[in-house]
Structure formats: structure tokens, C-alpha cells
């Protein structure tokens, strides 16, 4: 749910200070390692110097308040706004030089979203969102398109549990949508804000990777909440099992996606 409001003027300074600082750290040539225990995933040194970036700028836009990220993430202990970012959502698309990754941050106050913005590094696209206050694309108000897409977006983890456990609801699901991953949720989030997609699941993705962009979605009218029946507060580098979509498209299709949880 989006929380406390933040103080005024602050998600402005946050816009128009995100893409910025971006040029400064994108213009660098990248060292690249494996990261995780199946080495499909990388990091590499931009994602390392654009969270030290935002470490120091964030808390100059906004003093007293703690930075943790994506990159040696530790839970943050004390009770003061808190940024959360992903210093580069979709690192092995940007590896890969598939035009598809962003920079996603949101400030948390005492315990929820408060603003977030979502900078889109390729297209030069700045989401951003506002609790209480809708969501913007470039500055201007963000309105859904009209009808509703054919695609839903669905993380490779979560296409892996209906494979395991309840392949008869893919095959429903695929009765009623065109399958995508693009590659990075903050972005796919943001899609959905603005009915490029009608939905989008994910069991992998981590607080960093959606909250964001889930504010965003929800400024903009979409519902954003876990799939799973037995969900109750999940740690921010927990797997989010997160579904969003239009109210109705969310109500019907949740129990179809809770299935993934037998």
C-alpha cells in the first residue's frame, strides 16, 4: 500500500535529479562478473558505482534518511526514511545489449512507499509516482491506455513453479494471453501503468526489483499485492511472489497464479 506523503517538494528534486545522475555513471566502459550460485545472473561495475552514486545523493536530497540497494544489501535497522534502489534493473539485458534496463528508486517512511521514480535508461522515459498523488510519465499524468493488452508478463521462476506444480493453469493462463518477460520488472511494472501490458507476475523478484514500480501502477489505478494465499509481511530480499493488474483482472486472475504455490 502507498504510505505517508513525502516532504514537498522532494519527488521533484528526485525527477529531476535521477536521469543526471545516470549520464554520470553510463558513460563509463563496464567490468562484468557472474553473480548468484546458477551464474545466469551478472553484475557489473556500473551497478556497483551507480548505488555508491545514490548512496550519496539520495541523502542530500532528503538529510537523515539511509540508502540500501540491490548490491550487498543489508536490512536496515533503524526507523528513518529509507531509499531502496536497483542501480540497474535488467543488468544482463544491458550485458547483452538488448535495450531494456533502468534505474529504479522509491523512499519508504515508516514502512511504506512514499515516492518512487523509474528511469528507463534507453528510451529516456522518467515514471514516476507520488502517494495519494497519481502517477506521471515525463512529467505528465499517467493514464492507462485504453482496452486492454494481450500480454501479460510472467517471470521465468514463476513459468518454472507452474511447470512444476499446476501446468494446468499455464495452459489456462495461455488460453488468454501472449506470454513476455522483457527483462526488467521495475520497467515491467511501469508497462503495466500504462496498459502496454494487462498483467504481470512475478515469484523471483525482490522488494528492490518491484516497489517502485508497483507504486507507480498503483497511482495509476492497478492493484499490487502477493499471489500467495499465505502470505503475510515478506522481507525485502524475500522472493515477492507479486501480482499487478487492473482491479477485476487482478481479482480474477489471482487464484489462477495462487496455484503456483501448491
Not at 539511509?66 to 529509507?82: C, F, I, K, Q, T
Not at 493453469?169 to 511501469?190: D, I, V, Y
Not at 501503468?193 to 507476475?201: D, F, M, N, P, Q
Request: glycine share 8%.
Amino acid at each position: 500500500m502507498p504510505g505517508q506523503p513525502a516532504p514537498d517538494g522532494l519527488h521533484a528534486a528526485l525527477c529531476a535529479a535521477l536521469p543526471g545522475w545516470v549520464k554520470e555513471v553510463f558513460n563509463e566502459r563496464p567490468e562484468i562478473w557472474s553473480k548468484g550460485s546458477d551464474g545466469l545472473d551478472l553484475v557489473t561495475s556500473l551497478d556497483l558505482n551507480m548505488q555508491k552514486l545514490l548512496e550519496v545523493r539520495l541523502p542530500e536530497l532528503l538529510p537523515g534518511s539511509a540508502v540500501v540497494g540491490e548490491e550487498d544489501y543489508r536490512p536496515h535497522e533503524g526507523s528513518g526514511p529509507l531509499w531502496l534502489v536497483d542501480p540497474l534493473d535488467g543488468t544482463v539485458n544491458f550485458v547483452a545489449g538488448v535495450p531494456v534496463y533502468s534505474v529504479a528508486v522509491v523512499l519508504i517512511v515508516d514502512g511504506e512507499p512514499a515516492l518512487s521514480a523509474v528511469y528507463d535508461i534507453v528510451q529516456n522515459d522518467l515514471y514516476s509516482a507520488q502517494s495519494g498523488s497519481g502517477a506521471l510519465l515525463n512529467g505528465a499524468v499517467l493514464h492507462p491506455a485504453p482496452g486492454q493488452s494481450k500480454l501479460a508478463v510472467v517471470s521465468s521462476g514463476l513459468l518454472k513453479d507452474f511447470a512444476t506444480v499446476a501446468p494446468d493453469a499455464l495452459a489456462q493462463l495461455l488460453t488468454e494471453f501472449k506470454l513476455r518477460n522483457f527483462g526488467s520488472q521495475a520497467l515491467h511494472l511501469c508497462y503495466a501503468a500504462t496498459g502496454k501490458v494487462s498483467l504481470v507476475a512475478s515469484r523471483e523478484a525482490k522488494g528492490w526489483d518491484d516497489m517502485a514500480g508497483a507504486l507507480i501502477a498503483q497511482e495509476a489505478g492497478l492493484r499490487y499485492a502477493s499471489y500467495d494465499p499465505g502470505a503475510a509481511s515478506v522481507p525485502l530480499d524475500n522472493d515477492q511472489k507479486s501480482l499487478c493488474a487492473p482491479p477485476e483482472t487482478f481479482e480474477k486472475h489471482k487464484p489462477l497464479f495462487a496455484r503456483s504455490c501448491a
